[in-house]
């Protein structure tokens, strides 16, 4: 059975950095592309960033130039670093594949997700 663990979260004053991690248990992710999602209180869930098999990403217009997906298929892992941040930014993130979630037992399965707070 499929499990996403993010991490790397954390409480951060406005302009600076976080790493955020998501490991996949299987090997789902190395012929998928993914994406790392984001839910703010009181908002939907937003796309944030992808990024293909081959490395190619692509950024919400919101993140871009502050956001960069990377991925290590030998570890099942994507990555997110982001930099810039800003008190806007502040959400639970979540990484799945793109543009179809992953579904077991017939509903969206996502992890825990980690949480991501930037203080102005």
């Known amino acids: 059975q499929e499990q996403l663990v993010e991490s790397g979260g954390g409480l951060v004053q406005a302009g600076g950095s976080l790493r955020l991690s998501c490991a996949a248990s299987?090997?789902?992710?190395?012929?998928?592309?993914v994406a790392w999602y984001r839910q703010a209180p009181g908002k939907q869930r937003e796309l944030v960033a992808t990024?293909?098999?081959?490395?190619?990403?692509n950024d919400a217009h919101s993140v871009k130039g502050r956001f960069t997906a990377s991925r290590d298929n030998a570890k099942n892992t994507v990555y997110l670093q982001m930099a810039s941040l800003k008190p806007e930014d502040t959400a639970v993130y979540y990484c799945n594949t793109h543009p179809y979630i992953i579904t077991i037992n017939g509903a969206h399965y996502w992890g825990q997700g980690t949480q991501v707070t930037v203080s102005s």
């Open positions: 299987d090997i789902i992710f190395r012929t998928h592309t």
């Open positions: 990024i293909t098999p081959d490395g190619t990403t």
